[in-house]
């Protein structure tokens, strides 16, 4: 949900810039592709899902067409399903608990941490009943979850750890909550999100740290029969890749090969967008670090930054948004107070977790992608600090 007036001067990213300064590389990509003939689960799809499994250290990389199906599929192929419930945080995109909905599970909701948005350990720890099933961690704005505390969680009550890293790509989880394992793209004294859970959920989604240019998403795993399963449910669960052999009921969930070969171009690319994300957090750290009516974001070892996210007084946070829009500057509320409207789960949530709640009225998204400038983020906090005066 994002806030402008006309065309914004500081926009929340910038994708035309990205494309200009990769054009050469996407149109041999993209040309590679259309002159191939095959355009469905062929060599592009194949090397990029090498490609993201070395980057991120994990066994297996599963492509699927949407970050909202590698939470279903990830889930299912984790044996998730109906009569199980799902611990999660109610403060993430829809998508989330749409997912565990869809498999026929119970969503059930604990609070947030106090000092971030991520979901709290102890409050997974406190909802294990006799029917959990799973944890589904979110790491929400490229903050990694405290993985280490709630993969000892799981481990007490068995359960399943599914990772949503929609927003995650490259993020640094944990040191403690394994030890790393050898890839191209992790800091050398921490393992990446995706790769310690049971399952890893990625989005692709054109705005994300790295994004296609239409829809697309994966599946990571190191555990070889949750990568099967999850090979099988994105074909129409098609058996050992048999056409027409299928013993379950499956989705069309196909990475397409122009995504695939975009995506190529890109991955090479994310660590030093990465840490340029970083760069450009720390400067608004440093510029809005002064004002008395501004909670920074939580300055986590591995945080990519997908969004920068301050808290604002509730109260002043529309009048804040109208004025950044006036001058020209993008926001975006990721994300707005749940809706009586939205399905009989969540209508029933308010009261139950005060922390995502209060969250949810003064969170406020500011622009941040790889090429901001310096002078353009001078002007967001100068802008910011007027309208809270």
């Keep these: 949900m994002s806030v402008t007036s006309g065309h914004a001067e500081v926009p929340m990213l910038d994708l035309r810039s990205e494309v200009d300064e990769l054009w050469s590389d996407l149109s041999d990509a993209v040309a590679r592709v259309l002159r191939s003939g095959r355009f469905i689960l062929g060599d592009e799809v194949a090397a990029f899902e090498a490609e993201v499994a070395d980057y991120l250290g994990v066994a297996h990389a599963v492509t699927v067409n949407s970050g909202t199906d590698a939470l279903i599929i990830g889930l299912r192929a984790a044996g998730v399903g109906p009569g199980d419930e799902v611990i999660t945080t109610p403060f993430t995109f829809f998508a989330t608990i749409e997912a565990i ?153 196909r990475l397409d090969e122009l995504q695939a070969a975009i995506l190529r171009v890109k991955l090479p690319h994310v660590a030093t967008w990465n840490r340029q994300r970083r760069e450009v957090a720390r400067r608004y750290d440093a510029l809005l670090g002064g004002l008395e009516r501004v909670t920074l974001p939580p300055r986590t070892p591995g945080h990519v930054y997908h969004q920068y996210t301050i808290r604002v007084p509730a109260a002043s946070r529309s009048d804040v948004r109208t004025r950044l829009a006036d001058e020209g500057i993008a926001s975006s509320m990721f994300y707005p107070p749940w809706s009586g409207a939205w399905p009989d789960f969540l209508a029933r949530l308010p009261g139950r977790c005060p922390r995502a709640e209060r969250a949810a009225t003064e969170v406020l998204s500011l622009p941040i992608h790889p090429r901001l400038t310096e002078a353009q983020q001078e002007r967001v906090a100068a802008v910011l600090a007027e309208s809270l005066a």
């Design 101 to 253: 909905h869809h498999v026929g599970a119970t969503p059930v909701f604990v609070d947030i941490a106090a000092d971030g948005f991520n979901i709290d350990p102890d409050a997974v720890d406190a909802a294990v009943t006799e029917r959990s099933r799973a944890v589904l961690p979110v790491h929400l704005f490229g903050d990694p979850a405290p993985l280490a505390a709630i993969l000892a969680v799981a481990r007490r009550h068995d359960l399943r750890v599914i990772e949503d890293c929609a927003q995650a790509f490259g993020a640094g989880a944990d040191a403690a909550a394994s030890a790393p394992r050898a890839s191209s793209g992790g800091q050398p004294d921490r393992p990446l999100t995706g790769g310690l859970g049971d399952a890893g959920a990625f989005s692709f989604y054109p705005t994300k740290n790295l994004g296609a240019y239409g829809d697309g998403g994966m599946v990571t795993s190191n555990d070889a029969e949750v990568a099967a399963r999850a090979v099988s449910l994105r074909n129409h669960a098609a058996t050992n890749g048999e056409r027409y052999r299928h013993t379950d009921v499956g989705y069309n969930s």
